[in-house]
């Protein structure tokens, strides 16, 4: 019997749990009573050959009532029953956001390709050969990737030990590298059409995140206020609660919208993926300047505080959850107390002083 075949084994969790505790080899311990109970019923078989062996039936054999799908069909075939109550489980019981909820399915289902075994077989030397062989990728991605497994396997299969040793990577600190007035404006200079002007423009001028513009639709803008609702966060870090625009974004806004070709989307940008990986990649290449909606978020966070509005109402508008005591149970967050603020700064992009 060296020749091993993967076998998937429904068993209560109680049993499952407990064995682990005492240190159980469940697979051997599998295998050898397996060995025991078929020579077992071999001699009890032969011994009743010629007689009644109806009772040994109904207790050795028949149908196995525990049966149900494979959780793997073949070798290195995720199950999408699997992957979609995982991504039940973050959303219901973890009540992580449909975006988290999406990534963590998309890198387990990854993770998952590579095994050539029942997940529930997985160990740990599996989960570290495979962050070993992640190559090119940020500390960031790694750390999204370990996330999920994490909670893939140690809150959703209850198999923390194959998860536990590994640690998230250290991020070191790297000031930032702001881009500066004139390079915004150079950059500008070279955009093409309405579109790639008022996503530069809205960027710039509220500090959104870039999906967070993307998904916007007509009901989430108050033009008489200039103020923007975007309705995409509900996690436990990322808030949407309101920011606004300033006067070149609403000139921008306004040609635009003027501009626009009926679309069966609500959005109010509606764009394929390969549209969005491009955009303004013509301006990069006639200026030589990186410029990103990450950069230009980062721009207006510095820009604000340079104007003289404080951090707790800077991250108000990108939609970042007050850190402070103070911030968070003392501080007025009104639409009006942050359109006061707003128009008070007066933010610029443009105009060089």
């Known amino acids: 019997m060296s020749n091993k075949h993967n076998l998937v ?44 062996n109806e009772n040994v039936d109904n207790w050795w054999a028949g149908p196995d009532l ?41 890198y387990i289902k990854k993770f998952l390709n590579t095994l050539t075994k029942p997940v529930e077989n997985a160990t740990i030397e599996d989960v570290r050969q495979y962050l070993k062989n992640l190559k090119d990728i940020s500390s960031a991605q790694y750390k ?43 950059f500008y200079e070279c955009l093409e059409t309405p579109k ?73 940008f509606p764009m394929q993926r390969d549209e969005v990986v491009e955009l303004w990649k013509s301006a990069r290449e006639k200026t030589g300047i990186d410029i990103t909606p990450q950069k230009l978020r980062q721009w207006f966070c510095s820009e604000m505080l340079r104007l003289g509005v404080s951090e707790t109402y800077v991250d108000a508008y990108c939609g970042r959850v007050p850190k402070s005591v103070l911030a968070r149970h003392y501080t007025d967050f009104s639409p009006k107390r942050l359109s006061d603020i707003y128009e008070k700064a007066n933010l610029d992009c443009l105009t060089i002083e």
């Open 9 to 52: 084994l429904y068993v209560d969790q109680e049993l499952v749990d407990k064995s682990r505790e005492m240190g159980f080899n469940l697979s051997k311990t599998f295998e050898n009573h397996l060995k025991q109970l078929l020579t077992q019923f071999s001699q009890v078989n032969s011994s009743n050959t010629n007689g009644n």
């Open 66 to 106: 525990n049966r149900r799908p494979s959780a793997r069909q073949a070798p290195g075939m995720p199950t999408e029953e699997l992957l979609t109550k995982f991504r039940e489980f973050l959303k219901v019981d973890l009540r992580r956001s449909d975006k988290t909820a999406y990534e963590h399915k998309y």
């Open 144 to 186: 999204n990737i370990l996330m999920a497994l994490k909670v893939f396997f140690r809150d959703f299969l209850k198999m923390p030990e194959v998860v536990s040793s590994f640690k998230f990577p250290h991020q070191v600190f790297k000031p930032k590298q702001i881009v500066s007035k004139e390079q915004l404006r150079r």
């Open 196 to 268: 790639e002007k008022t996503l530069f423009m809205l960027y710039a001028t509220t500090g959104l995140r870039r999906d967070e513009i993307l998904s916007l639709r007509l009901e989430d803008i108050d033009f008489s206020k200039c103020m923007i609702t975007p309705d995409n966060h509900k996690g436990e870090t990322k808030k949407s609660w309101v920011s606004f625009y300033n006067d070149e974004a609403e000139l921008a806004l306004k040609e635009y919208l003027a501009t626009k070709k009926h679309s069966r989307s609500q959005r109010l």
